[in-house]
């Protein structure tokens, strides 16, 4: 190794200020005073745990004057779905499985405490053979044929 001088001190960087410095009332004045541009903003719910926001149906409920409530499943709807699973012998896990649901969905979808959901309201309609949705609701699902 050649010669080292031992005397002399190289700073590679110096540290800024913490980000609980620069954003004290001191830091902040003292940036004005010198001419800094400086953007303070209030972060919305920080230090929270919200971590999924729900925002899609919110505006649409803010929006009704009554009471703020989802639409349930019509009782008409869950009482076909209790009849055409009995017909078929069924029972409610019987359907679940067939369906790949869970048993408590059957069970909310035929006492009327379900949100409709299309596509768990299709494969239930093609599993007892009854149409739920529409004008024709209780009426044997009639199978799609392909015209050529």
Known sequence: MAESDWDTVTVLRKKGPTAAQAKSKQAITAAQRRGHDVETSKKWSAGQNKQHLVTKNTSKLDRETEELHHDRVPLEVG??????????????????????????????????????????????????????????????????????
């Open 79 to 148: 009482k076909y779905i209790q009849q055409g699973r009995q017909e078929k012998g069924l029972t409610q896990k019987d359907l679940a499985t067939k369906i790949n649901e869970k048993p408590q969905v059957i069970a909310d979808y035929e006492c009327g405490k379900a949100i409709p959901n299309n596509q768990v309201l299709g494969k239930i309609e093609r599993a007892i053979g009854l149409k739920l949705r529409g004008r024709d609701i209780g009426l044997p699902l009639e199978p799609k044929t392909k015209n050529k």
